[in-house]
């Protein structure tokens, strides 16, 4: 989830003051909630409701809701959204989606992206409550494999895939290693890999630590399969409660992104008491949002300051702006609250 949002240049007017049906669901675990000690206003908070938010050019992790604290990674310098490690996200509640390329994606552009690494070109379907992962597996010569796994949430919220199916060069898998007194982690060294290990025959995966910059934390309460996704959804913290109050958005928006409270800093300008709404010029579908293209959304739609001295910037998704010539967005309107 990159937070590079560009420099939102001199254009923006500011004061610098203080839809398709969803699938059966399948629950594969649950863990139990967690709570915190209520939060002052003085800490910046972010929401982010029915975004797309771009892996890379194609793929996207789908966000259905997502809510939570962000803290700076240095007490004494504001969070900047031209710098994705600047700041970390603090879960407090929210679902998010995966699709099959979305996780492929992950694991072969951030997990296994490293000199060495055992696993490559990899390919993820999910499909009855199943994660399938094809590609190719070195260890000495390059070996294509089919691993079909089942999916389940560990007590310390850990995602567990556990193979079901294994196939080698075309031949079970499973068999061989076992004829040879092997295990899969025999086989993979993934100690350059982020956020995953072997267990066995096993891969344990760590939900916030597969994701691209800035770095999130959280625990999951819950992991399903609904229809080609795959669902996570985190345990709700005590404090999440400050979204019914005084971080709450624009409640005329449908699809947007949030922040409130706190300093944040973009390009040249740095905002106190953060007030800042991105919304979708086009609610009839998710928000398209790629936040290190966010200048060319930007550019192709509008922003203005409201009377609570709060900004609103509303753009239309982000494979509307890489046609050409760019669209013509329409706005719908926006409520002053």
Request: charged share 25%.
């Amino acid at each position: 989830m990159r937070m590079r949002l560009g420099v939102l240049g001199a254009a923006m007017m500011m004061t610098l003051v203080p839809s398709a049906a969803v699938p059966e669901r399948v629950v594969i675990a649950r863990v139990a909630s967690d709570a915190t000690d209520p939060v002052s206003d003085s800490a910046m908070w972010i929401q982010m409701r029915n975004v797309d938010l771009h892996i890379d050019q194609t793929n996207a992790l789908g966000v259905r809701e997502l809510r939570g604290e962000v803290v700076r990674t240095h007490a004494d310098v504001p969070a900047a959204l031209d710098d994705s490690k600047s700041f970390t996200v603090r879960v407090t509640a929210g679902t998010v989606t995966l699709s099959g390329d979305a996780l492929a994606a992950l694991l072969n552009e951030f997990v296994f992206a490293y000199r060495g690494s055992p696993l490559k070109h990899l390919h993820a379907r999910i499909a009855d409550s199943r994660v399938i992962l094809r590609g190719v597996m070195h260890k000495g010569v390059d070996l294509p494999f089919e691993i079909a796994s089942t999916v389940a949430l560990e007590p310390d919220g850990r995602v567990r895939l556990h193979p079901t199916k294994t196939r080698i060069l075309g031949i079970n898998g499973a068999k061989l290693m076992h004829a040879l007194g092997l295990h899969l982690d025999k086989l993979l060294n993934l100690r350059g890999a982020k956020g995953v290990v072997v267990d066995r025959d096993d891969l344990l995966l760590e939900p916030t630590r597969i994701l691209p910059p800035p770095a999130i934390s959280g625990r999951l309460a819950t992991i399903a399969v609904e229809g080609d996704k795959l669902v996570q959804t985190f345990v709700r913290l005590a404090d999440d409660s400050i979204f019914d109050g005084f971080a709450h958005p624009d409640t005329a928006a449908t699809n947007f992104i949030y922040f409130r409270g706190g300093e944040l800093r973009f390009g040249k300008l740095l905002m106190s008491d953060t007030d800042l709404d991105i919304l979708d010029g086009d609610s009839r579908d998710p928000f398209d949002l790629d936040l290190d293209e966010y200048a060319r959304q930007l550019v192709a739609g509008t922003s203005r300051t409201m009377a609570n001295k709060g900004l609103r910037v509303v753009m239309p998704d982000y494979r509307l702006v890489t046609q050409r010539p760019a669209p013509q967005l329409q706005i719908s309107p926006l409520s002053t609250r």
